[in-house]
């Protein structure tokens, strides 16, 4: 059982910079990828980046390719989110999520993660 713990979340105005972290326990190395995904009030959650922890591809989605970047330190089996030009439509409670994957395509949807932190909040304020 992997156990995943964010932290980093909080407010901001727009345009400032947040950097969340996530970091995997239990059995680490049964999973190779691991991604952020948000989900704003009453919408539904939406994938943001991914990573495969194996040495593969990095995937953001378009709606923040070019602001938020998507790492990892193997040491710690930490992922990162930095996320830059925070937007008020970036508000939303961001989950870490962890599964593992066949080959090293773009996963960004809920069902393809089989582990999920209990979410941190971000908010953007105008």
């Known amino acids: 059982q992997v156990q995943l713990v964010e932290s980093g979340g909080g407010s901001v105005q727009a345009g400032g910079s947040l950097r969340l972290s996530c970091a995997a326990s239990?059995?680490?190395?049964?999973?190779?990828?691991m991604a952020w995904f948000r989900q704003a009030p009453g919408k539904e959650r939406e994938g943001v980046a991914q990573?495969?922890?194996?040495?593969?591809?990095?995937y953001s989605a378009d709606s923040v390719k070019g602001r938020f970047t998507i790492s990892q330190d193997n040491a710690s089996d930490t992922v990162y989110l930095q996320m830059n030009s925070l937007e008020p439509e970036d508000t939303a409670t961001y989950y870490c999520?962890?599964?593992?994957?066949?080959?090293?395509?773009?996963?960004?949807?809920?069902?393809?993660?089989?582990?999920w932190g209990q979410g941190t909040q971000v908010t953007v304020s105008s």
């Open positions: 999520a962890a599964t593992r994957l066949g080959g090293t395509g773009r996963f960004l949807f809920p069902d393809a993660y089989w582990y």
């Open positions: 239990g059995f680490p190395h049964s999973i190779n990828s």
């Open positions: 990573i495969y922890t194996d040495g593969g591809p990095a």
